[in-house]
């Protein structure tokens, strides 16, 4: 075979392999669209299927509970007769205070060391985070009867207002500390540089640059916070009992509003008006879902226009 012939065969295979080479890699983009479309299509159907699966819940409440809602349930006094949840209503709000005002500067203040005091592959903080984490998925009833064991009984503080109140804070203190964290690492590094570079102290840092830039990330921790504190019931009836009643003390028995609607539920004979507290209570549950995050825009829009003068 002469020079010439191999040429010529090599040629006609080139000629050959280029069209089977633009087919395949057509082929190829043809599959990864089909695979984007479908994800594409299965993520919107997910969103769609538990935006109407939410709304369909809200609606049911708001048909069942709005026709049922009157002055008398928020009368300051509960009785049988106007079973009203205004004595639930300020000791949900007592409960919740008192929770995040002990939960939230522990669960804070252990991000802050987990984060910028200690090595970021340090293993106590891998320790700490999956402890964390394993308390999280823990059921409440769990932390129910723990809190009954130890503040009630072996504290000797009984059904009341401050057990139930630890017992809550045992159980948002887990997703304070880790959505601080994350909040926390998901500050640039150039904002500690900055701050170092100028003088500023490592404590300086965290409360000046650090904790402003991660508000909204805390924020997010302490809306789902209340959101587990005002939709707790199983816990609170062994630690804070079901007294329809305003407490004089932190030792005295309270009954929140979930407790307020399990009560009636329960009960079989007022199922309209536990229907009406949980209108009420998704009311609420909003207003301060969208405050929060009225007061989170306002903060981080203020920590931005303070680094732009700066």
Known sequence: ?????????????????????????????????????????????????????????????????????????????????????????????????????????????????????????????????????????????????????????????HLSLLSGALTLAIMILPVILRTAEEALKAVPDAYREGSFSLGAGRLRTVLKVLLPAAIPGILAGVILSIGRIFGESAALIFTAGTVAELPESLFDSTRTLSVHMYVLASEGLHIDKAYATAVVLLVIVFAINMLSAFVASRLTKGGGEGAGHA
């Open 1 to 157: 075979m002469s020079g010439g012939d191999v040429q010529s065969g090599a040629g006609a295979l080139r000629s050959s392999a280029g069209p089977m080479q633009e087919d395949a890699a057509h082929r190829a983009a043809l599959r990864a669209r089909g695979a984007a479309f479908v994800q594409r299509s299965l993520v919107r159907l997910a969103a769609v299927l538990t935006l109407a699966i939410l709304l369909s819940i809200i609606a049911y409440i708001a048909v069942m509970g709005l026709p049922h809602i009157s002055g008398d349930l928020f009368s300051f006094s509960y009785n049988s007769m106007n079973l009203s949840l205004m004595p639930a209503l300020i000791n949900t709000l007592l409960m919740t205070v008192l929770s995040l005002a002990i939960a939230l500067p522990l669960g804070l203040g252990a991000a802050i060391f987990l984060v910028e005091y200690t090595g970021r592959s340090n293993r106590f903080v891998q320790i700490v985070r999956l402890m964390a984490e394993t308390l999280t998925g823990i059921p409440s009833i769990v932390y129910g009867l723990f809190g009954l064991l130890f503040f009630v009984t072996a504290l000797g503080w």
